[in-house]
């Protein structure tokens, strides 16, 4: 074994290179003026095997692993398409270590779920395997380095396997290709043509799955597997000497391999004329998806700062843009503009989704927009706004960085050394980052715009039901003939300050507790106004905080549930004081990472935030100014119902009315529970919902739970200025008793949903059993066990031995608003013509599962994975503030349930528990079972035919 560094690298450069022959390509930063993270040990076996560690001990105890394998669906052959994803899931399915079937069962045993922890993913490049590791446990270290040293060299591909995996792999294929999907794929396909990007969906071709044979996984698996194609990548809390014991003794038995891998050729993008135009029909999908893009050869041989720099410039400046863009339109998505590089080539791209007869009409203002820009340029002001965002984000990121969970950054490090990226130090990274952010002048950020955005190199693709042949030559003469007309330059309209009400004279604490299980505290301010908070450096620099006001859906009464649909986004919309939407979306920009309102909770309105420490007191505002004049106008319902409606007219895919639908069924004559018709959009009275919040919002019960790097005294005098200034609130919550009580009438047998504007057969299979009965506690945790043991047996039966579906889940839900209403659920993707015989599979399960024992393996699988998650979500700030503070003074239970569910509630649960109550609630009988299919099947070209107006010897072989 060799180990890596700097200094060994100066020492060797006099030696022959013909002693480097078979050795593995260097690493990233030995070829670049990036130095690399200095925490990172690089070593490299002498098979060629390589690993990357990195010690990370902010969160102790964890691990995160990767094997990266740089083989991916660029590296297939025609007739091979799909074979690199095809061997990834073989991975799964018998090794030398772990028989079939055997794999997932092992890992569940050590408390570790698959999709979670145990996972893989297939790119254009690489291959990918996950191991999320719960402990610091060298047996467990062990046990993960053999799989992946199994995966390396000890698939199996056993003959029955492989044939169920092609099924499987199908599914999976379909549950991916929503029309939305596959209108990215051809349009990524039209701009990267002549590259084998175009062509090279890691998926692979449908022909291919099914056809390829054992003999033909073996020898791609064997030709691309070997050693020097291989890195491990760890991060997390371990000794790096100990590792590199193990890793030695796991992967240098290795075979050598001989010669050099093949050279990857990605092929060269085809230029075209100035208009280059591509569409695709997707025929009943009334949304058009329209973009302008264009990627670009802007290779060079080695990561440098300056390349950086360089991509930091052309990055900003298209942010820019998307601001402009986002205070001209209302709600614009922060990637209606983008910019990037997409396996090291330059890559632009513009976006915008329109419905109505003249969709055309928004390449126009498109292109409008994009003269603008280039012709005259930004202004100063919106240099001046971006560049704090961007001090703010960089000073974030450096500070979460120290925190992070392993597994939030090995995919980087992972990505950097197959893309030969240098992984940088952070504190580098970061004060190069800042440094360039000062440094920005206007006239480079202008001529990095006009460089990324020319207007001559752009190409065109649509993408809709045109009903009739897409004419590029009119949209071509449309725009030619509108770039004769001047635009004039952009003025921005920035509020030359936020400001906010006069609250009142500021809330005094009157009572106090500290709970010293969790070390927290709770406070009543004077005009009852209540805070739950803990501190906790699980995120430095961070807060997550949560408000719950009034009964939310306890108080509703109304029969439309357009009412509730578009009661917070009115509103929200409606602004408050001398500050309408947009003004309010910049301030939240500009101070809150994420910041989401609604009533899904059931039992209050609530808002919810993500926020820079600095950034808590412009959230707790915001919050109280619509608490303090809660008012719906006029104009902003009527955009909210706009909205709303052409976002429903325009979904790509039917498969959402299909649970709407789903819904209904579950909860007859429940509106709080539907989601609204266009007819209940168009019906809903806005007085309604004013009536609604209005007592909720001015005077309603009022409980802010906040969990974060804070410091106790300056929350307590935030929240004393903003939420406890506001007039009083009620000292108590309503009881509610009879909505908490609401029953529905279960709906049981087999049920069919058919939806429109289906893409081919993808479907999906649902059963539900409603249970509406008291429960003690321990009961309730039996059905979170016995939904794991459901989800176990569905995935054996439906996806292992069918081949019948991709990712089966199951999941016990329930509902703190409603006393007696549970249900567990199970949710199986899969094809139209399998929906039935699934249904029937599940509920012969249910059945089984009903009537015959549950072995004490059975409970241990499914316990484990779902203990060592609750060990380490205690954590994580967002669990600790959803599920251990979540209205904490309303529901004193919640921190008494949560404690026990942490001290091992789960863990004693016995196999008769579970059977008891998969006996009283599983019986085929209370299941609803429906499947959800399309009614017809909406066409989209496999191979839309565009226009292509190439010059002459400009593209090449792929």
């Given at each position: 074994?060799?180990?890596?560094?700097?200094?060994?690298?100066?020492?060797?450069?006099a030696?022959?290179?013909?002693?480097?022959a078979?050795?593995?390509?260097?690493?990233?930063h030995?070829?670049?003026d990036i130095?690399p993270d200095?925490s990172?040990?690089w070593?490299?076996l002498?098979?060629?095997?390589?690993y990357?560690?990195?010690?990370?001990?902010?969160?102790?105890?964890?691990?995160?692993?990767?094997?990266?394998?740089?083989?991916?669906?660029?590296?297939?052959k025609?007739?091979?398409?799909?074979?690199?994803h095809?061997?990834?899931?073989?991975?799964?399915?018998?090794?030398?270590?772990?028989?079939p079937?055997?794999?997932i069962?092992?890992?569940?045993r050590?408390?570790?779920?698959?999709?979670?922890d145990?996972?893989?993913f297939?790119?254009?490049?690489?291959?990918?395997?996950?191991?999320?590791?719960?402990?610091?446990?060298?047996?467990?270290?062990?046990?993960?380095?053999?799989?992946?040293?199994?995966?390396?060299?000890?698939?199996?591909?056993?003959?029955?396997?492989?044939?169920?995996?092609?099924?499987?792999?199908?599914?999976?294929r379909q549950a991916?290709?929503?029309?939305?999907?596959l209108v990215s794929?051809?349009?990524?396909?039209?701009?990267?043509d002549?590259?084998?990007?175009?062509d090279?969906?890691?998926i692979?071709?449908q022909s291919?799955?099914?056809?390829?044979?054992?003999e033909?996984?073996i020898?791609f698996?064997?030709?691309?597997?070997?050693p020097d194609l291989?890195?491990?990548v760890v991060?997390g809390?371990?000794?790096v000497?100990?590792m590199?014991?193990?890793?030695e003794?796991?992967?240098s038995?290795?075979e050598?391999p001989?010669?050099k891998?093949?050279?990857?050729?990605l092929?060269?993008?085809?230029?075209s004329?100035?208009f280059?135009m591509?569409s695709v029909?997707?025929?009943?999908?009334?949304?058009?998806?329209?973009?302008?893009?264009r990627?670009?050869?802007?290779?060079?041989r080695?990561?440098n700062?300056?390349r950086?720099?360089?991509?930091?410039?052309?990055?900003?400046?298209?942010?820019?843009?998307?601001?402009?863009?986002?205070?001209?339109i209302d709600?614009?998505?922060d990637?209606?503009a983008?910019?990037?590089r997409?396996?090291?080539?330059?890559?632009?791209q513009?976006?915008?989704?329109?419905?109505?007869?003249y969709?055309?009409?928004?390449f126009?203002?498109?292109?409008?927009?994009?003269?603008?820009?280039?012709?005259?340029?930004?202004?100063?002001?919106?240099?001046?706004r971006?560049?704090?965002?961007?001090?703010?984000?960089?000073?974030?990121a450096?500070?979460?960085?120290?925190t992070a969970?392993?597994?939030?950054?090995i995919?980087?490090?992972?990505?950097?050394?197959?893309?030969?990226?240098v992984?940088?130090?952070?504190?580098?990274?970061?004060?190069?980052m800042?440094?360039?952010?000062?440094e920005?002048?206007?006239e480079?950020v202008?001529?990095a715009?006009?460089?990324v955005?020319e207007?001559?190199r752009l190409?065109?693709?649509?993408?809709?039901?045109?009903?009739?042949?897409?004419?590029?030559?009119?949209?071509?003469?449309?725009?030619?003939?509108?770039?004769?007309?001047v635009?004039?330059?952009?003025?921005?309209?920035?509020a030359?300050s936020?400001?906010?009400?006069?609250?009142?004279?500021p809330?005094?604490?009157?009572?106090?507790?500290e709970l010293?299980?969790?070390?927290a505290k709770?406070?009543?301010?004077s005009?009852?106004a209540?805070l739950?908070?803990?501190?906790t450096?699980?995120?430095?620099?961070?807060v997550?905080?949560?408000?719950?006001?009034?009964?939310?859906m306890?108080?509703?009464?109304?029969?439309?549930p357009?009412?509730h649909?578009?009661?917070?986004p009115a509103?929200f919309?409606?602004?408050?004081?001398?500050?309408?939407?947009?003004?309010?979306?910049?301030?939240?920009r500009?101070?809150?990472?994420?910041?989401v309102?609604?009533?899904?909770?059931?039992?209050?309105?609530t808002?919810?935030?993500?926020?820079?420490?600095?950034?808590?007191?412009e959230?707790?505002?915001i919050?109280?100014?619509?608490?303090?004049d809660?008012?719906?106008?006029?104009?902003?319902f009527?955009?909210?119902?706009?909205?709303l409606?052409?976002?429903?007219?325009l979904?790509?895919?039917?498969?959402?009315e299909g649970?709407?639908?789903l819904?209904?069924?579950?909860?007859p004559d429940?509106?709080?529970?539907?989601?609204?018709?266009?007819r209940?959009?168009?019906?809903?009275?806005p007085?309604?919902?004013?009536?609604?919040?209005?007592d909720?919002?001015?005077r309603?019960?009022?409980?802010?739970?906040?969990?974060?790097?804070?410091?106790?005294?300056?929350?307590?005098?935030?929240?004393?200025?903003?939420?406890?200034?506001?007039?009083?609130?009620?000292d108590h919550?309503?009881?509610f008793?009879?909505?908490?009580?609401?029953?529905?009438?279960?709906?049981t047998?087999?049920?069919?949903?058919?939806y429109?504007?289906?893409?081919g057969?993808?479907?999906?299979?649902?059963?539900?059993?409603?249970?509406?009965?008291?429960?003690?506690?321990?009961?309730?945790?039996?059905?979170?066990?016995?939904s794991?043991v459901?989800?176990t047996?569905?995935?054996?039966?439906?996806?292992?031995?069918m081949?019948?579906?991709?990712?089966?889940?199951?999941?016990y839900?329930?509902?703190?608003?409603?006393?007696t209403?549970r249900?567990?659920?199970?949710?199986i993707?899969?094809l139209?013509?399998?929906?039935?015989?699934?249904?029937?599979?599940?509920?012969e399960i249910?059945d089984e599962l009903?009537?015959?024992?549950?072995?004490?393996?059975?409970?241990?699988?499914?316990?484990?994975?779902?203990e060592?998650?609750?060990?380490q979500?205690w954590?994580?700030?967002?669990y600790l503030?959803?599920?251990?503070?979540?209205?904490?003074?309303e529901y004193p239970?919640?921190?008494?349930?949560?404690?026990?569910?942490?001290?091992?509630?789960?863990?004693s649960?016995?196999?008769?528990?579970?059977?008891?109550?998969?006996k009283?609630f599983?019986?085929?009988?209370?299941?609803?079972?429906?499947?959800?299919?399309p009614a017809m099947?909406?066409?989209?070209?496999?191979?839309?035919?565009?226009?292509?107006?190439?010059?002459?010897?400009?593209?090449?072989?792929?």
């Amino acid at each position: 074994m060799r180990t890596r560094s700097l200094a060994i690298v100066v020492l060797l450069v006099a030696i022959p290179l013909s002693v480097f022959a078979a050795k593995r390509a260097d690493w990233p930063h030995e070829r670049s003026d990036i130095s690399p993270d200095p925490s990172i040990v690089w070593g490299e076996l002498e098979n060629g095997f390589g690993y990357a560690l990195k010690p990370h001990r902010a969160k102790q105890g964890i691990i995160s692993m990767r094997l990266l394998v740089e083989v991916g669906s660029l590296d297939e052959k025609e007739d091979e398409r799909g074979v690199a994803h095809f061997i990834e899931h073989m991975a799964f399915e018998g090794t030398r270590n772990f028989a079939p079937g055997e794999l997932i069962a092992f890992f569940q045993r050590l408390g570790m779920s698959y999709g979670t922890d145990v996972n893989a993913f297939t790119y254009h490049d690489k291959t990918v395997y996950h191991l999320e590791l719960p402990q610091k446990d060298l047996s467990l270290i062990r046990q993960g380095l053999r799989l992946f040293r199994d995966y390396s060299d000890g698939i199996l591909f056993s003959e029955e396997r492989v044939d169920t995996e092609r099924e499987v792999i199908s599914r999976e294929r379909q549950a991916r290709e929503s029309p939305s999907a596959l209108v990215s794929q051809e349009s990524f396909r039209f701009y990267f043509d002549g590259t084998r990007l175009a062509d090279r969906h890691p998926i692979g071709l449908q022909s291919v799955v099914k056809n390829v044979s054992r003999e033909q996984l073996i020898e791609f698996y064997q030709k691309w597997y070997r050693p020097d194609l291989m890195t491990l990548v760890v991060v997390g809390d371990f000794d790096v000497e100990s590792m590199q014991a193990e890793i030695e003794t796991a992967f240098s038995s290795m075979e050598k391999p001989r010669g050099k891998p093949a050279k990857r050729k990605l092929g060269k993008l085809t230029r075209s004329k100035p208009f280059r135009m591509g569409s695709v029909d997707v025929a009943g999908v009334e949304r058009f998806t329209l973009e302008l893009s264009r990627p670009w050869d802007d290779r060079q041989r080695r990561d440098n700062w300056e390349r950086r720099r360089s991509d930091a410039l052309r990055s900003f400046a298209t942010s820019i843009f998307n601001e402009r863009c986002r205070s001209l339109i209302d709600g614009m998505s922060d990637n209606f503009a983008t910019y990037s590089r997409i396996y090291d080539l330059a890559y632009c791209q513009l976006t915008i989704s329109s419905g109505g007869e003249y969709w055309w009409e928004a390449f126009i203002w498109m292109d409008q927009l994009l003269r603008q820009a280039t012709q005259h340029g930004f202004t100063p002001q919106e240099l001046e706004r971006l560049r704090e965002n961007w001090l703010k984000s960089n000073r974030m990121a450096a500070a979460r960085y120290e925190t992070a969970e392993p597994r939030f950054l090995i995919d980087d490090l992972v990505d950097s050394i197959a893309s030969d990226r240098v992984y940088a130090g952070k504190r580098d990274f970061f004060e190069q980052m800042q440094t360039f952010i000062e440094e920005l002048k206007l006239e480079e950020v202008n001529a990095a715009f006009r460089e990324v955005w020319e207007s001559k190199r752009l190409a065109y693709f649509a993408a809709g039901d045109f009903k009739q042949p897409f004419d590029t030559d009119l949209l071509k003469a449309r725009i030619k003939g509108d770039r004769k007309f001047v635009v004039m330059p952009y003025v921005p309209n920035f509020a030359e300050s936020f400001q906010y009400s006069n609250f009142g004279t500021p809330g005094t604490v009157v009572e106090e507790t500290e709970l010293t299980e969790i070390g927290a505290k709770t406070f009543r301010f004077s005009n009852n106004a209540r805070l739950t908070l803990m501190r906790t450096e699980n995120e430095k620099d961070t807060v997550r905080a949560l408000v719950r006001v009034g009964g939310g859906m306890l108080a509703f009464t109304d029969s439309n549930p357009g009412t509730h649909a578009l009661a917070m986004p009115a509103l929200f919309r409606s602004g408050f004081g001398n500050h309408d939407i947009e003004d309010v979306y910049q301030e939240l920009r500009d101070n809150v990472s994420s910041f989401v309102f609604g009533v899904e909770d059931h039992d209050a309105f609530t808002y919810r935030a993500l926020a820079p420490t600095d950034g808590l007191d412009e959230f707790l505002k915001i919050v109280a100014e619509y608490l303090l004049d809660p008012r719906v106008d006029r104009d902003a319902f009527e955009l909210a119902q706009s909205k709303l409606t052409q976002s429903r007219e325009l979904e790509p895919d039917g498969m959402n009315e299909g649970y709407r639908d789903l819904y209904r069924l579950i909860y007859p004559d429940q509106p709080r529970f539907h989601a609204p018709s266009l007819r209940d959009i168009e019906q809903v009275d806005p007085s309604e919902i004013s009536a609604w919040l209005g007592d909720s919002f001015k005077r309603g019960y009022l409980e802010v739970a906040l969990v974060g790097d804070v410091n106790e005294d300056e929350v307590v005098e935030l929240v004393a200025q903003t939420l406890g200034a506001l007039p009083m609130r009620e000292d108590h919550k309503s009881a509610f008793d009879s909505a908490r009580r609401l029953r529905v009438t279960p709906q049981t047998g087999k049920r069919l949903i058919e939806y429109q504007n289906g893409k081919g057969d993808n479907a999906a299979s649902v059963i539900v059993w409603t249970i509406q009965e008291e429960l003690t506690q321990r009961e309730s945790a039996a059905l979170y066990v016995l939904s794991s043991v459901l989800e176990t047996r569905i995935r054996e039966k439906v996806r292992e031995e069918m081949g019948a579906t991709y990712a089966p889940t199951v999941s016990y839900v329930t509902f703190s608003a409603y006393e007696t209403l549970r249900h567990v659920r199970a949710d199986i993707d899969c094809l139209k013509q399998d929906a039935g015989k699934i249904l029937d599979a599940v509920l012969e399960i249910s059945d089984e599962l009903a009537s015959t024992a549950i072995s004490d393996d059975e409970v241990r699988k499914a316990v484990a994975p779902m203990e060592e998650g609750l060990r380490q979500a205690w954590k994580d700030n967002g669990y600790l503030l959803e599920h251990v503070l979540y209205g904490l003074q309303e529901y004193p239970e919640v921190l008494e349930n949560a404690i026990r569910y942490r001290d091992g509630l789960l863990s004693s649960m016995t196999a008769e528990e579970v059977q008891a109550v998969a006996k009283r609630f599983l019986k085929r009988d209370q299941a609803l079972a429906v499947a959800i299919v399309p009614a017809m099947t909406a066409n989209l070209a496999e191979r839309p035919v565009w226009s292509r107006e190439f010059r002459s010897g400009a593209s090449e072989d792929k």
